[in-house]
Nanobody
Framework: QVQVVESGGGLVQPGGSLRLSCVAS????????VGWYREAPGKQRELVAA???????NYVDSVKGRFTISRDNAKNTVYLQMNSLKPEDTGVYYC??????????????????WGQGTQVTVSS
């Protein structure tokens, strides 16, 4: 089992960019898929992007073309590059990891624990 710590959030104007980092520890990170999840105000937490152990990626439609997920296994880190940010991207962003496929990452009930998350606010 891995433990994760999210960072990189902040306040940004519409159209701006942020890069979030998810650092993992505690197990063999290379065999894990990792997902970035967003909990917007008043909404349920949702998966916005995921990356498999082999580098395959998946995105929710609302962020396609704007967000890029990537991983650096040497640093046990997964990044979420967020460009052209919109006010509707506001929320707390969490990451989670599992030795499973990207499909597994879409079901939030598979995860019993979550990190603190990092707040992203897009506002002028």
């Amino acid at each position: 089992q891995v433990q994760v710590v999210e960072s990189g959030g902040g306040l940004v104007q519409p159209g701006g960019s942020l890069r979030l980092s998810c650092v993992a520890s505690g197990s063999i990170f290379t065999v894990y898929s990792v997902g970035w999840y967003r909990e917007a105000p008043g909404k349920q937490r949702e998966l916005v992007a995921a990356i498999s152990m082999g580098g395959g990626t998946n995105y929710v439609d609302s962020v396609k073309g704007r967000f890029t997920i990537s991983r650096d296994n040497a640093k046990n880190t997964v990044y979420l590059q967020m460009n052209s940010l919109k006010p509707e991207d506001t929320g707390v962003y969490y990451c989670n990891a599992a030795p499973a496929t990207i499909v597994y990452m879409t079901n939030l009930r598979n995860f019993r624990s979550w990190g603190q998350g990092t707040q992203v606010t897009v506002s002028s």
